[in-house]
Nanobody, 115 residues
Framework: QVQLVESGGGLVQPGGSLKLSCVAS????????MGWYRQAPGMQRELVAT???????NYADSVKGRFIISRDNAKNTVFLQMNSLKPEDTAVYYC?????????WGQGTQVTVSS
């Protein structure tokens, strides 16, 4: 069974930073892409950023220049460095992974940006 476990969420003031981590565990033989999505109350889940096994990245326009996605392939871990946070970044952030023909999701971690 494959599991994704996120950490690093919390409450931060506008302009602050947070770093999210997501570790994949279980019977994993190869991982394709890894990424982050988010869902604000009353909104649909939306893409934040993705990264391929080769390191190619893709970002939502709303986070370009502020967020950085990275991964450690040896540790099956993906990170999301979030800088210059805004109140509109408040959401539950979900880790996402494509591996062995399946898509996996983490349980989510809350990020709240508020003064």
């Amino acid at each position: 069974q494959v599991q994704l476990v996120e950490s690093g969420g919390g409450l931060v003031q506008p302009g602050g930073s947070l770093k999210l981590s997501c570790v994949a565990s279980g019977r994993i033989f190869s991982i394709g892409y890894m990424g982050w999505y988010r869902q604000a109350p009353g909104m649909q889940r939306e893409l934040v950023a993705t990264i391929t096994s080769g390191g190619s990245t893709n970002y939502a326009d709303s986070v370009k220049g502020r967020f950085i996605i990275s991964r450690d392939n040896a540790k099956n871990t993906v990170f999301l460095q979030m800088n210059s946070l805004k109140p509109e970044d408040t959401a539950v952030y979900y880790c996402n992974m494509g591996a062995m023909g399946y898509t996996y999701w983490g349980q989510g971690t809350q990020v709240t940006v508020s003064s």
